[in-house]
């Protein structure tokens, strides 16, 4: 069974590597059978996972519902994380205001067929809501019972001390893996300060860090993969000596790729919890087995050594989702 870790200094203690559950319902131009998404949830409860990662605008609104169901005969023992902050209408980019926070949590919770939403992120950073009216609204929900843990995305460490101070920030989650290692500078050791947990999504790096891609790797118009910079075709080929050095780990060890990106993340600190997403088994299984890959010292500073070297080519983000990311 996978270990457990806890999230910094909050009592919310989860399997080391949680689901993302986005990529069933969003994002990557297909919208996978509701069934056997639910079955898949299911095998990774079994397995040992209770960390599920959805938000309301994932959709919008259909990978909660379906979160929802799967995970409905699991309560108590398993914890769903949601978001809030989009402004689903499309009327504008985001939405933090405290009075918008309150009805998303009264609509996620009927979504999610649960009584308290156990982590509430908000999504984006809004620069039109002071992050303190943010915490506030949270804090309101938290003394109401429907919310118990306040988590923040891809915030800097200014909105994160802020709004630490008006309410605890249990967990931030944002971009974390070897090619994006940019919150290793400030954002580590701010929550390793403040005691707040760290959740990577995309630690496989949007499914590259597999060793699945190369430089003719296409994407569907609708898979939001085709947009970004970094796994451009020219990108793609000059980024292949990551994949590269994991390979080699890996073969060494008798692992995947994706099982070295995934343990090396969890070697970096024992609060800091992945969740790659996946709509196949056979990948929910590999991922799951990266907790028992083990690396030293050495095959670590190896790791770190080697990637220091290799320049990363193409942004994150295309123009407008860059826009979307207000530290």
């Given at each position: 069974m996978i270990q457990k870790r806890k999230l910094g200094n909050s009592n919310l203690e989860v399997s080391a590597i949680g689901l993302g559950c986005m990529g069933m319902s969003f994002g990557y131009g297909t919208i996978s059978d509701k069934n056997e998404m639910i079955?898949?949830?299911?095998?990774?409860?079994?397995?040992?996972?209770?960390?599920?990662?959805?938000?309301?605008?994932?959709?919008?609104?259909?990978?909660?519902?379906?979160?929802?169901?799967?995970?409905?005969?699991?309560h108590g023992?398993?914890?769903?994380?949601?978001?809030?902050?989009?402004?689903?209408?499309?009327?504008?980019?985001?939405?933090?205001?405290?009075?918008?926070?309150?009805?998303?949590?009264?609509?996620?919770?009927?979504?999610?067929?649960?009584?308290?939403?156990?982590?509430?992120?908000?999504?984006?950073?809004?620069?039109?809501?002071p992050i303190e009216d943010v915490a506030g609204a949270v804090k309101d929900l938290i003394t109401e019972g429907k919310v118990k843990h306040f988590g923040l995305s891809e915030a800097g460490v200014h909105t994160i001390r802020r709004a630490h101070k008006v309410q605890p920030v249990?967990?931030?989650q944002s971009e974390y893996s070897l090619w994006w290692r940019?919150?290793?500078?400030e954002i580590l050791p701010v929550l390793e300060e403040l005691?707040?947990?760290?959740?990577?999504?995309?630690?496989l790096g949007k499914g590259f860090l597999t060793g699945k891609m190369d430089q003719n790797t296409t994407f569907d118009s609708k898979d939001f993969r085709s947009t970004v910079p970094r796994l451009s075709s020219e990108n793609l080929k000059a980024n292949l000596s990551f994949v590269d050095l994991l390979t080699q780990v890996a073969k060494r060890k008798n692992v995947t790729p994706a099982q070295i990106a995934i343990a090396w993340l969890?070697?970096?600190?024992?609060w800091i919890v992945p969740i790659?997403?996946?709509?196949?088994?056979?990948?929910?299984?590999?991922?799951?087995d990266s907790g028992t890959v083990t690396l030293s010292k050495e095959e670590l500073q190896e790791i770190d050594a080697a990637s220091s070297k290799i320049k990363v080519q193409g942004e994150r983000y295309s123009g407008n989702s860059a826009k979307l990311i207000n530290r």
């Open positions: 079955t898949l949830i299911h095998k990774a409860v079994e397995s040992g996972v209770t960390f599920f990662d959805t938000a309301e605008a994932y959709g919008p609104f259909i990978n909660e519902e379906l979160v929802g169901e799967a995970l409905a005969p699991f023992k398993v914890v769903i994380a949601t978001k809030f902050g989009f402004d689903t209408t499309g009327a504008s980019p985001l939405d933090s205001r405290p009075e918008h926070i309150k009805k998303v949590a009264e609509a996620s919770l009927k979504r999610l067929k649960v009584e308290a939403i156990d982590l509430f992120y908000q999504h984006r950073v809004d620069p039109n809501v249990t967990a931030l940019e919150p290793e500078e005691g707040i947990g760290f959740v990577p999504f995309s630690p969890l070697a970096q600190k024992p790659p997403g996946t709509t196949k088994l056979d990948r929910l299984y590999e991922n799951l």
